[in-house]
């Protein structure tokens, strides 16, 4: 669950959320090449579409976030990708809220930003078999990381939502199984058909 809606996190949280939000998407934006507009369109939109869809797990409810693919392809540009996702979200379908919009963006964009800074050189110069095998490492280190960042943003706000972090944090174990065998996959073709998309000449 990484849509938390209004209503549920502290002050504190999300004011947090909110200027770490707005120096990452300054940074985004700094580092954007106009010409990979086309393709942060193009994933942004993926992540809208494929993040709606809800997967009960027990008392909680999981969808992809892709997190870890999105940095290899965008690196910091992940940030714009996913604040413009999760905003047309919460205005056309109400996922998660507009208050909580930088907290939101920061649990799902920051994991999977890291795992594109360490990995993408490493993907970049690998065989496809190779490149599946680190993409996939990276994946499951952002399923994670945004696990246990949605789990900490509920905790930091109030102890009631400790039970329900833990919980949720358990319903991440599948997904990170999903979400690394998809971006392997994908970036295993990649490989095969656009080997210069990692390309450090090629970032967002």
């Known amino acids: 669950m990484a849509h938390i809606p209004d209503g549920v996190l502290s002050t504190q949280v999300l004011i947090g959320g909110g200027l770490a939000a707005a120096a990452a998407l300054a940074l985004s934006l700094r580092a954007m090449d106009e010409r990979a507009l086309p393709r942060v369109a193009i994933v942004s939109a993926g992540f809208f579409a494929i993040s709606l869809f809800a997967i009960p797990v027990g008392p909680a409810s999981i969808?992809?976030?892709?997190?870890?693919l999105m940095g290899l392809i965008l690196g910091p540009a992940i940030f714009a990708a996913v604040f413009a996702a999760l905003l047309l979200q919460a205005m056309m379908f109400g996922f998660g809220g507009?208050?909580?919009l930088g907290v939101n963006t920061i649990n799902v964009a920051l994991p999977g930003a890291l795992a594109g800074l360490v990995l993408r050189p490493l993907v970049a110069r690998a065989s496809a078999p190779r490149a599946a095998l680190i993409a996939s490492l990276g994946s499951a280190f952002a399923v994670i990381g945004a696990g246990l960042m949605v789990a900490g943003s509920l905790a930091l706000s109030s102890s009631d939502y400790e039970t329900s972090a833990r919980v949720m944090i358990a319903t991440y174990a599948p997904l990170t199984i999903v979400e690394a065998l998809i971006a392997g996959s994908c970036v295993s073709f990649v490989k095969k058909v656009k080997p210069d998309l990692f390309d450090a000449q090629d970032r967002a």
């Open 63 to 68: 969808h992809l976030l892709l997190g870890g």
């Open 98 to 100: 507009l208050t909580t």
